[in-house]
């Protein structure tokens, strides 16, 4: 087992962030090894609770709607005008990552935003070796190209849904694993929902149950609805374990 690994949730709001609550962002510790998994609005202020930003080694992006992108911009500005020198980190991101956030900069920092956020390509089916971790790339059922990564260390099994409807290729990334963080934006009885965007806490549940998770972290909640009655809905369609994400949370794997 990974000793000392752990999740550390920045950012448990999904869509727009609430009183209190940031959006999309997980830091995953082991080793001494720092990797972030999305930078929704607000969550480089969670992180900086946590760790300086220049200690950050690796930072992955699901997909590149607002609530799982927007702090890259904070993230920049932190290590281009970092009090230690100007520092960097790559940045795995779906294609066209790096031009599409380039829009909002003004014409002054373009040039130096590639030399901070270090973009590299990454898709579906891919395999990654950030630091002790493996990570492999699935692809979740959102409007636009989302990855759901998996990543093992050691025998232990981190799953992440990214944003994502309920698909098969969820099933396979949270399969086994040690903890499954899953979107659960939404509450079945407020439904119908559009279909093909997120799930809600029934739904992460039944993913849960037959990836044959251990653990089921739900989150992305949106900020209107109590992430307590969204655990509730995924206990009754999961065995195991339910936890409800809220920022700073420390899960450890
Ligand atoms: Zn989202
Ligand atoms: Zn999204």
Redesign the pocket.
């Known amino acids: 087992m990974a000793a000392g690994a752990r999740v550390v949730v920045l950012g448990s709001a999904?869509?727009h962030v609430g009183p209190g609550r940031m959006?999309?962002s997980y830091l995953v510790e082991a080793d001494g090894y720092r990797l972030v998994l999305d930078c929704g609005n607000g969550s480089l202020s969670n992180l900086q609770l946590r760790c300086d930003v220049a200690d950050v080694d690796a930072v992955l992006l699901s997909h590149l709607?607002p609530?799982?992108v927007a702090d890259v911009y904070s993230l920049y500005y932190a290590l281009r005008f970092h009090p230690g020198g100007p520092a960097s980190v790559p940045v795995y991101a779906p294609a066209g990552a790096r031009e599409h956030l380039a829009r909002l900069l003004p014409a002054e920092s373009v040039p130096t935003f590639a030399e901070h956020c270090r973009f590299e390509v990454a898709k579906a089916g891919d395999e990654l070796e950030l630091g002790p971790w493996r990570v492999t790339l699935h692809a979740a059922f959102h409007p636009v190209e989302t990855l759901a990564p998996r990543l093992s260390y050691d025998g232990t099994v981190l799953a992440y849904s990214g944003?994502s409807a309920p698909t098969s290729a969820l099933v396979e990334c949270a399969a086994e694993a040690d903890l499954f963080v899953c979107?659960s934006s939404w509450l079945e009885r407020d439904g119908p929902h559009p279909g093909g965007v997120h799930m809600t806490g029934a739904q992460a549940g039944r993913t849960a149950e037959q990836a044959g998770a251990a653990r089921l972290a739900v989150t992305?909640v949106l900020p209107t609805i109590d992430p307590a009655e969204v655990a509730a809905e995924a206990r009754s369609a999961f065995a195991g374990e339910v936890l409800a994400a809220h920022d700073l949370r420390e899960i450890r794997l």
């Open positions: 999904g869509t959006c999309s709607h609530d799982h944003d979107d992305h």
